[in-house]
């Protein structure tokens, strides 16, 4: 029979963990698992901007007849520019856009792109990163090689061995760099340790596709795309992945943005050929509620202005979880320095604990954690993180 060759392959590593939760019947069960902002309640709301934004939509709407194959200019434009910021006005000619079905969707067309141009190159990815890169990457035909990034143990970048493995990268290679609150490990490179990174790139002619799924999480939109927008400003061709998913809310709306810096203007039409038949293969074309969201949001002044106080809101809370964790850490284990916790931005943190002590957080404690101990700093509170810091505290190292 045609499909009983095929094996049940394992639940993802972190969206199968949803499914895991929510049978555990504890009532002081606790998820630190999928990246998904929770506010103080665990709620994980519609933000005010996208619901205003959204009724305007739908009571304006006059059809919903197909759109072109990129996505709807009410989109492109302002999505183009909050990526870009001030750097647009100097390589607007090179610089294109598409809508895609969320982060993933620009992540999977992005390398698609980049292995029809460089058919057999690979893709460098950090060490650790979000395990969907390997399937998004490499599901595209592009062979995948890691570059050294974090410790775990010791909890900190390991910058000079990544600066060393990108020199020795063959020239046209493409690297996923995430531009903002690193996943899984929270930790970004600071101003100097990315200035180095571009040097890198420029000097070796390597290619960057940033994974840009948390812009605003982690300061304001702003600082959190400034490597981003040096990378454009400076490099002949750059390739960017967005998510809407974490900052507008827009989880289960899959709303992202694939967007390509190219040498010059009539690359760049070229590609977006490219990229409007990768997409016209694979999905026709991309899903457009969620696009004309984040076009309403961005192109209303108030509206935007809402939004940038709304996901302000967001990175404060993390900030608040990050300072009460390590407080609560430091207070059960003296003898640890949980500062890295506190220094770092976004959702994520990796604890670097081992499998077995992810497991029993979740049997004796019912703490739920990604396997490779991940944890979503959003689904901490003032109530549950005491809890939380004394069953982690005895399993650090
Ligand atoms: C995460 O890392 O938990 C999120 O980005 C959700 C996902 O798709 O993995």
Redo the contacts with the bound molecule.
């Keep these: 029979m045609t499909f009983s060759t095929l094996d049940t392959v394992p639940s ?1 590593s ?2 199968g963990l949803m499914a895991e939760f929510q049978a555990d019947p504890a009532g002081d069960k606790v998820d630190l ?4 902002y929770r506010d103080d309640c665990g709620r994980t709301p519609v933000m005010t901007a996208v619901a205003r934004a959204e009724e305007a939509i739908v009571r304006e709407q006059a059809s919903k007849a197909y759109l072109p194959v990129l996505g709807p200019g009410e989109f492109l434009e302002p999505m183009r520019a909050l990526i870009a910021g001030p750097t647009l006005s100097a390589i607007e000619s090179r610089l294109g856009i598409a809508l895609t079905p969320g ?2 969707g620009a992540l999977r067309v992005g390398a698609e792109l980049f292995g029809l141009a460089q058919p057999g190159k690979s893709a460098y990815v950090s060490s650790p990163t ?3 890169h390997y399937n998004l990457i490499s599901g595209a035909g592009v062979p995948i090689e890691t570059h050294p990034y974090y410790d775990p143990v010791q909890h900190h970048l390991e910058m000079q061995a990544m600066a060393d493995c990108l020199e020795r990268a063959p020239a046209g290679s493409l690297v996923v760099l995430q531009a903002a609150c690193h ?2 490990t929270g930790a970004d490179p600071g101003p100097p340790e990315w200035r180095a990174i571009l040097d890198i790139l420029g000097r070796r002619s390597l290619v960057p596709f940033f994974d840009m ?1 948390y812009q605003g999480m982690g300061v304001d939109p702003d600082e959190d795309a400034a490597f981003v927008r040096a990378a454009l400003a400076e490099l002949p061709e750059v390739l960017v992945a967005a998510s809407c ?2 900052n507008f809310g827009l989880y289960r709306e899959r709303t992202g943005a694939l967007l390509w810096l190219t040498e010059n203007a009539a690359a760049c039409r070229a590609v977006a050929s490219q990229v409007g038949q990768i997409t016209r293969r694979s999905y026709s074309m991309p899903p457009a509620h969620g696009g004309l969201i984040v076009g309403r949001v961005l192109a209303d002044p108030k509206l935007r202005e809402a939004w940038r106080r709304e996901v302000a809101a967001m990175a404060v809370r993390l900030r608040h979880a990050r300072r009460g964790l390590a407080a609560a850490l430091a207070r059960a284990r003296p003898d640890l320095d949980c500062s890295w916790i506190e220094a770092q931005r976004g959702m ?1 943190s990796l604890l670097g604990i081992d499998a077995e002590a992810v497991q029993r957080l979740r049997e004796e404690h019912h703490i739920y954690i ?1 396997g490779d101990s ?1 944890i ?1 700093l959003a689904g901490l509170n003032d109530e549950n993180t005491q809890l939380v810091a004394e069953a982690i505290a005895p399993l650090m190292r």
């Design positions: 993802d972190i969206l698992t999928v990246g998904v982060g993933c979000w395990p969907n996943n899984p799924a998913s974490k994520f990604v991940r979503n």
